[in-house]
T-cell receptor
Framework: DAGVTQSPTHLIKTRGQQVTLRCSPKSGHDTVSWYQQALGQGPQFIFQYYEEEERQRGNFPDRFSGHQFPNYSSELNVNALLLGDSALYLC????????????FGPGTRLLVL | AQRVTQPEKLLSVFKGAPVELKCNYSYSGSPELFWYVQYSRQRLQLLLRHISRESIKGFTADLNKGETSFHLKKPFAQEEDSAMYYCALRYSGAGSYQLTFGKGTKLSVIP
């Protein structure tokens, strides 16, 4: 099991563009969470998807949206990119139940110019 | 609101010396606390969580609700402990799934 995988590893965009990041959860996991990690900061929760629906959302604007597919993989979409969106975007997967330990992917580093 | 504070950005200790990474939280309910670690060029991984009360790689952490702290300790630091450490909190009630992270502490173990 490769664990949580994310693509692409790096991405460069310009202001105003749109970006889509992808995540495949660890085998056996059905829940995906997305986090944004700015330089020198801890990860910040964007939202979590379970059963193809957004289950909880952090303090991020509507420009950030997501999707979960029937195979549990997920996408994070960011519209109208701002310079401040430059960050490492982390995906974490977990299995619904009493444990729900989150396992993290390697991240996608997004640079907005 | 949930908040996690890690007061030290960088902590340097000599090999064999004791280590304590501080974590304080603010939350009025019953939190779940975690320590995550990120070694160089590796992904963020769970080190330990307070409900399991395990010792992983010689590290322990005790939840002190009176002081709202969850400090990470190890009696004798090893060079391979050099990494970035993040304390995280999750509200344990129904309907809350997000992890709230501190800003992290970089531990450097000097040979």
């Amino acid at each position: 099991d490769a664990g949580v995988t994310q693509s692409p590893t790096h991405l460069i965009k310009t202001r105003g563009q749109q970006v889509t990041l992808r995540c495949s959860p660890k085998s056996g996991h059905d829940t995906v969470s997305w986090y944004q990690q700015a330089l020198g900061q801890g990860p910040q929760f964007i939202f979590q998807y379970y059963e193809e629906e957004e289950r909880q959302r952090g303090n991020f604007p509507d420009r950030f949206s997501g999707h979960q597919f029937p195979n549990y993989s997920s996408e994070l979409n960011v519209n109208a990119l701002l310079l401040g969106d430059s960050a490492l975007y982390l995906c974490a997967s977990s299995s619904r139940g009493w444990d729900e330990t989150q396992y993290f992917g390697p991240g996608t580093r997004l640079l907005v110019l | 609101a949930q908040r996690v504070t890690q007061p030290e950005k960088l902590l340097s200790v000599f090999k064999g010396a004791p280590v304590e990474l501080k974590c304080n939280y603010s939350y009025s309910g019953s939190p779940e606390l975690f320590w995550y670690v990120q070694y160089s060029r590796q992904r963020l991984q769970l080190l330990l969580r307070h409900i399991s009360r395990e010792s992983i790689k010689g590290f322990t952490a005790d939840l002190n609700k009176g002081e709202t702290s969850f400090h990470l300790k190890k009696p004798f630091a090893q060079e391979e402990d050099s990494a970035m450490y993040y304390c995280a909190l999750r509200y344990s009630g129904a309907g809350s799934y997000q992890l709230t992270f501190g800003k992290g502490t970089k531990l450097s173990v000097i040979p």
